[in-house]
């Protein structure tokens, strides 16, 4: 058995914008069903993920559109759903995804500083990343990553804490969240200009933004890497390493012009992972952002889980 948790829930599955929204359930089935294959489901730490509640969403959002989001659904009729934005669709069901999706991210953060685990996966959905302060949009509703920085800093009192995120697109919602907090280094690597369309300009001492030219391969986004954000996280130190991990920036993915492979993946996984040796004694939440393309998709999580569980 090894020392990597799992975080998990069916009710992940039950969010589900349309037949054909790349968002969709086969996601997290794609990946587990790729990890069977690779003999190492049944050798992580399975825990199935709680609700967030409404205090610790709060954190890191407006009371006010924490509570919009859980009520929904209540006054509603079961088929009945709506726009937040043009990419992003609320059903009755996506609170309960949504409120799991966030509260894996809480325990794994948990288990890892009481010792329980050394790293943690959550393979959840919806995603987090670019959900704002008051605010869902790109496929996201509750800021899954940021509820989980947020406890480790409020309930374990850490005072610095690292979230990497190598999704093609800026982590623009992580941004606006912790935009002005020193304790929390914020490093996106994303394809620029796509959507959000943000993020080449508002960078500061511990948001390290790093916009890529469509085409970018393993190589420039290795250099990237290695040039800004590992000097920026020995600087900064963290006492925990917080990842949103998507894998949209592969070449099979339609989502992006990026040209990275599984390989790649895997040596971010290990350079994070020697970070998080470094400097926070390997204690690492990784939470699963975009990746569309499900072959491409479950091949570079079921890589990345290898590197985490100290398989390669
Ligand atoms: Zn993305």
């Given at each position: 058995?090894?020392?990597?948790a799992?975080l998990y829930?069916?009710?992940?599955?039950?969010?589900?914008?349309?037949?054909?929204?790349?968002?969709?359930?086969?996601?997290?089935?794609a990946?587990?069903?790729?990890?069977?294959?690779a003999?190492?489901?049944?050798?992580?730490?399975?825990?199935?993920?709680?609700?967030?509640?409404?205090?610790q969403?709060?954190?890191?959002?407006?009371l006010?559109?924490?509570?919009?989001?859980?009520?929904?659904?209540?006054?509603?009729?079961e088929?009945e759903?709506?726009?937040?934005?043009?990419d992003?669709?609320?059903?009755?069901?996506t609170?309960?995804?949504?409120?799991?999706?966030a509260?894996?991210g809480?325990?794994?953060?948990d288990?890892?500083?009481?010792?329980?685990?050394?790293?943690?996966f959550?393979?959840?959905?919806?995603?987090g990343h670019?959900?704002?302060?008051?605010?869902?949009?790109?496929?996201c509703?509750?800021n899954?990553?940021?509820?989980?920085?947020s406890?480790?800093?409020?309930?374990?009192?850490?005072?610095?804490?690292?979230?990497?995120?190598?999704?093609?697109?800026?982590?623009?919602?992580?941004?606006?969240?912790?935009?002005?907090?020193?304790?929390?280094?914020f490093?996106?690597?994303?394809?620029h200009?796509?959507?959000p369309?943000s993020g080449?300009d508002s960078?500061?001492?511990?948001?390290?933004?790093?916009p890529?030219?469509?085409g970018?391969?393993?190589?420039?986004?290795?250099?990237a890497?290695?040039?800004?954000w590992?000097?920026?996280?020995?600087?900064?130190?963290?006492?925990?390493?917080?990842i949103?991990?998507?894998?949209?920036?592969?070449?099979?993915?339609?989502?992006?012009?990026?040209?990275l492979?599984?390989?790649?993946?895997?040596?971010?996984?290990?350079?994070?992972?020697a970070?998080?040796?470094?400097?926070?004694?390997?204690r690492?939440v990784?939470?699963?952002e975009?990746?569309?393309?499900?072959?491409s998709?479950?091949r570079?999580v079921?890589a990345?889980?290898k590197?985490?569980?100290?398989l390669?």
């Amino acid at each position: 058995m090894s020392n990597l948790a799992y975080l998990y829930h069916d009710d992940c599955l039950l969010h589900d914008m349309a037949q054909d929204h790349p968002e969709c359930p086969a996601r997290i089935s794609a990946i587990e069903d790729r990890m069977r294959m690779a003999h190492i489901f049944d050798f992580v730490r399975h825990y199935e993920a709680p609700p967030a509640t409404r205090r610790q969403l709060a954190r890191v959002h407006d009371l006010k559109y924490v509570d919009k989001i859980l009520n929904y659904g209540g006054s509603h009729e079961e088929f009945e759903h709506s726009y937040l934005d043009p990419d992003t669709i609320i059903t009755p069901q996506t609170p309960q995804s949504a409120i799991r999706s966030a509260g894996a991210g809480v325990y794994a953060t948990d288990l890892v500083m009481e010792g329980k685990a050394r790293a943690a996966f959550c393979n959840v959905r919806p995603p987090g990343h670019h959900a704002v302060r008051n605010g869902a949009m790109g496929f996201c509703f509750f800021n899954n990553i940021a509820v989980a920085a947020s406890h480790a800093i409020h309930e374990h009192s850490l005072r610095r804490v690292a979230i990497l995120d190598f999704d093609v697109h800026h982590g623009n919602g992580t941004e606006d969240i912790f935009h002005d907090d020193p304790r929390v280094l914020f490093g996106s690597t994303f394809q620029h200009p796509l959507y959000p369309f943000s993020g080449a300009d508002s960078s500061n001492e511990h948001i390290i933004n790093m916009p890529l030219p469509a085409g970018t391969n393993g190589e420039k986004f290795r250099a990237a890497l290695t040039e800004h954000w590992f000097p920026a996280v020995d600087k900064f130190k963290p006492e925990m390493l917080f990842i949103s991990a998507g894998f949209d920036g592969h070449y099979d993915d339609e989502m992006s012009s990026f040209r990275l492979h599984a390989e790649d993946y895997v040596w971010a996984t290990q350079q994070m992972l020697a970070m998080a040796d470094k400097h926070c004694n390997g204690r690492i939440v990784s939470m699963l952002e975009g990746g569309y393309e499900l072959h491409s998709l479950a091949r570079s999580v079921v890589a990345h889980i290898k590197i985490l569980m100290r398989l390669g």
